[in-house]
């Protein structure tokens, strides 16, 4: 069964760090071939939602606050299934998880996400609309969307 922990950087140990940077190097730099500084001054900021079978780490998702990076906006980022861990759902689990938490801490905040193209119809079927053109960022092709309130996943 997926459990989840929510703490803030100073709360993580050094074990629950090294366990969230090794999962995102090994998503998004190692494999979708992303050169650029995953970790940044905006972990200092951002709750860190783990979601873990037995004690290992299955999914990650970091919850921005407030206007820290978008203006009237909420964000959820780094959004990641362990490559073990893929196929069962917890993609989803941990978004779910990560829409109630930003509705429990910003209950008035519209949540905002920088999603990969791919994964348009799994945000859309979690209640995200699409705002705006597609772009790239980091050579992969994204799309602004955004959650503007309860929605029955």
């Excluded at 071939?33 to 290992?56: K, R």
């Excluded at 938490?101 to 859309?124: D, E, G, K, M, R």
């Amino acid at each position: 069964m997926l459990t989840f922990q929510l703490n803030l950087l100073p709360q993580l140990s050094s074990q629950a760090l090294h366990g969230i940077f090794k999962a995102r190097c090994d998503v998004f730099v190692v494999e979708q071939h992303c050169a650029y500084p995953d970790i940044d001054d905006t972990d200092l900021l951002c709750w860190h939602l783990q979601g873990f079978i037995d004690n290992s780490l299955a999914c990650y998702a970091r919850i921005i606050p407030p206007d820290y990076h978008y203006l009237g906006y909420v964000a959820i980022g780094r959004v990641l299934t362990v490559g073990d861990f893929r196929g069962h759902h917890y993609g989803r689990d941990l978004m779910q998880k990560a829409i109630e938490i930003c509705q429990q801490y910003y209950p008035s905040q519209p949540i905002f996400i920088a999603a990969q193209t791919y994964l348009i119809h799994f945000y859309q079927s979690l209640g995200f609309c699409i705002q705006g053109d597609c772009y790239l960022e980091d050579g992969i092709e994204h799309v602004n969307m955004i959650w503007e309130g309860k929605h029955d996943a």
